[in-house]
């Protein structure tokens, strides 16, 4: 369900590097038919993809496309390729000029979308949407947002996106990111209680210090740790005692719509200050500021922390009693507040058709079933009745709906890569109940956010989806490539040596020579752009 990576623009030319596919001189042309003479040919399109190393080569193999096949009457001849390697193979495909008729799963950024619309690679889809996909039309219509944040600033729609709800407002899965966990059972051990504010967090880490909590008579505990980068295993949630707080993409939107830069902000300075006060003490993992996900998870699976940060404890120290959800923390002057992350379930990219399309109508009527809501359910999870495959539903014939089966031990991600298959879909929050169950994973974090983090989510609003030019785009890339390392590299000096206090004039000056000024006024434009929409 994670997620992750979040850098925000990619160019083409960094993407060579990384991912693409060669199709066929004919790409475009309808595919020539094994039908036996005499039968009817079904119509052939010619797609490229991506899935994982654990699906199969083939991606007509999937029970998923053979149903699709069998109700839409039209086969796909897939280019498919992993993973790892099919950005490279995508842009080789795009730079050559050998396209096939669409890109499934294109993981194509705004920038990309916006130069392959331009110089004519991909074509709008307005009237092809309007006119000819029903389903995806219903779709906004029930949810009228998405339009405003899949159309281009030139005002034409070049995607078909991924859309994901799962849960509405403050209390959407994508509200908080980096979910603090703390060693319940060290806490009871130790007769201590859940900690309430940022000095009895303080009190309770020396104690998982100095108290020997895990009891093997080694000093090997590791008070807190994280992984010091955005994202959710940063320790952001604690920032959010001194006030406004902090997130990923340093953006929060105040209640009247202002855009505001968080890490120049003075509770920023304050919070910086509480967490060098921990490190003095010697309560943060000494490697945190270089370790990477595969240090910070053996030791999780060691069950050596006494608080850590992540999406969903069952990554870092399983499914078990040991760990649970830590409140928002009361700072020294009585405020608390859970910062929003800026997430929601939206991914512009999912597909593109290209002018190498000879079959418009065609390639239409097929992504469009792909929104119908039963087939996005298991275009996303996964499938039912798969008999050569565990399954991630059973299908529900008396109430037409699919239900998410025990998995009995096997990962659901892992599960999940074998059968699902991608691409663009829609699943609304009005689904559930309806169409489909709720993953079991996900409405026990959905209880936990509503039941822990929303009481103190302060903020109306996030910052949405905005859909910005080239020449913005271009803009906030430079400044952002600067200006973040900047803001990560003095927050780590200072919480190892003090001095923010000494050195905070000349930190906001400095933000100010990277672009922070220019970088508010485009983030201002959009935020409203998006919301006249």
Request: glycine fraction near 8%; proline fraction near 5%; aromatic fraction near 10%.
């Amino acid at each position: 369900m994670k997620h992750s990576q979040k850098a925000l623009f990619i160019s083409m030319a960094a993407l060579l590097a990384v991912t693409g596919c060669s199709s066929s001189k004919e790409s475009g042309q309808p595919a020539a038919s094994s039908a036996a003479p005499g039968t009817t040919a079904k119509p052939a399109l010619k797609f490229m993809t991506q899935s994982s190393p654990l699906a199969p080569e083939d991606p007509n193999k999937k029970v998923i496309f053979q149903r699709l096949e069998e109700k839409t009457g039209i086969h796909i001849d897939w280019e498919n390729y992993p993973w790892d390697s099919f950005a490279e193979k995508r842009n080789l495909a795009i730079a050559s000029g050998d396209l096939p008729d669409a890109i499934f799963d294109a993981a194509l950024g705004d920038y990309d979308l916006l130069k392959l619309a331009k110089d004519g690679t991909i074509i709008p889809l307005d009237d092809i949407i309007e006119k000819q996909m029903p389903n995806f039309k219903k779709v906004l219509e029930k949810a009228p947002q998405y339009k405003s944040m899949i159309t281009a600033p030139d005002g034409h729609i070049y995607s078909f996106p991924w859309i994901e709800e799962l849960g509405a407002g403050k209390e959407s899965i994508h509200s908080v990111d980096d979910f603090p966990w703390i060693n319940v059972e060290w806490l009871n051990k130790l007769g201590l209680k859940m900690p309430k504010t940022t000095e009895e967090l303080k009190q309770v880490l020396i104690a998982f210090k100095t108290k020997d909590p895990n009891g093997n008579g080694k000093a090997d505990e590791i008070p807190m740790s994280f992984i010091n980068k955005t994202g959710g295993e940063d320790l952001a949630f604690l920032f959010g005692s001194f006030g406004l707080g902090e997130n990923w993409d340093h953006t929060v939107v105040s209640d009247d719509g202002k855009v505001i830069f968080t890490s120049a902000d003075n509770s920023f300075k304050e919070g910086v200050k509480f967490l060098n006060d921990l490190y003095k003490e010697g309560l943060m993992d000494v490697e945190a500021p270089t370790q990477d996900w595969n240090t910070y998870l053996a030791k999780g699976k060691e069950n050596r922390y006494g608080l850590y940060f992540t999406w969903d404890k069952g990554n870092i120290t399983g499914m078990n009693d040991k760990y649970d959800l830590m409140p928002a923390l009361e700072g020294p002057n009585g405020w608390k507040n859970v910062t929003r992350t800026n997430g929601m379930g939206l991914d512009r990219g999912r597909m593109v058709i290209t002018k190498a399309n000879k079959n418009i109508e065609t390639t239409a009527k097929w992504i469009d079933s792909l929104y119908d809501p039963t087939q996005s359910v298991q275009n996303n999870w996964g499938t039912y009745g798969d008999k050569a495959q565990q399954n991630i539903f059973e299908f529900d014939e008396s109430k037409k709906m699919l239900k998410h089966l025990p998995l009995n031990g096997t990962s659901p991600w892992e599960l999940r890569q074998k059968t699902f298959v991608g691409g663009p879909l829609a699943i609304l929050d009005s689904y559930y109940g309806n169409v489909t169950t709720k993953p079991d994973d996900a409405a026990w974090r959905l209880d936990l956010m509503k039941k822990v983090m929303v009481p103190d989510m302060k903020a109306k609003n996030i910052y949405p989806k905005v859909f910005f030019s080239l020449e913005e785009l271009d803009r906030l890339s430079a400044i952002e490539t600067d200006m973040f390392a900047y803001v990560l590299r003095k927050r780590t000096e200072w919480i190892q040596n003090g001095k923010i206090d000494a050195e905070w004039a000349g930190y906001l000056k400095e933000l100010d020579r990277l672009g922070l000024q220019d970088w508010l006024k485009i983030k201002q434009a959009g935020y409203d752009r998006n919301v006249k929409k």
